[in-house]
């Protein structure tokens, strides 16, 4: 048994536009734009959509929006996902990237939210 939960909407952006797509989803969603230096291709986007991390994300490819799924087991939630019909296509770190059908990409992650955070809010799957 395991448990997951949507962590984050990440707004992948190319690398050349992502200072300006900061810029304007901060001002078109209200939101604190801040820059995490330990982690330079994210732009947070503070409380643009309560309860979710949203996030600029500059990346070398096209631009779309990605879901970030946190999980207390990464390779059970992965085989779920899998099971599903998603493919996965690489992976970083701890971090498994998939596609879901439809062509949408999702990200599975380890616990990143406050462990009550996390408690509160996760499905259980068997």
Same mark, same amino acid.
């Given at each position: 048994?395991?448990?997951?939960?949507?962590?984050?909407? @990440?707004?992948?952006? %190319?690398?050349?536009?992502?200072d300006?797509a900061?810029?304007f989803?901060?001002?078109a969603?209200?939101?604190?734009?801040q820059? #995490?230096p330990?982690? %330079?291709?994210?732009?947070?986007l *503070?409380?643009?959509?309560?309860? #979710? =991390?949203?996030?600029?994300?500059a990346?070398?490819?096209?631009?779309?929006? *990605?879901?970030?799924?946190?999980?207390?087991?990464?390779?059970?939630?992965?085989?779920?996902?899998l099971?599903?019909?998603?493919?996965?296509?690489?992976?970083w770190q701890? /971090?498994? =990237? @998939?596609?879901? %059908?439809?062509? *949408? @990409?999702? /990200?599975?992650?380890p616990?990143?939210?406050?462990?009550? =955070?996390f408690?509160a809010q996760?499905?259980?799957?068997p």
């Open positions: 048994m395991h448990r997951s939960r949507v962590y984050a909407i @990440l707004i992948d952006t %190319p690398a050349g536009e992502a300006q900061a810029a989803w901060s001002a969603l209200g939101a604190r734009a820059s #995490l330990s982690e %330079p291709q994210f732009t947070t *503070h409380e643009a959509v309560p309860g #979710l =991390v949203t996030a600029v994300q990346v070398d490819d096209a631009p779309r929006y *990605h879901l970030d799924i946190e999980t207390d087991d990464v390779e059970a939630e992965t085989a779920r996902l099971a599903l019909g998603a493919t996965q296509i690489s992976q701890e /971090c498994r =990237v @998939l596609r879901a %059908p439809g062509g *949408h @990409l999702l /990200c599975v992650l616990v990143e939210s406050d462990p009550e =955070v408690a996760a499905a259980t799957w």
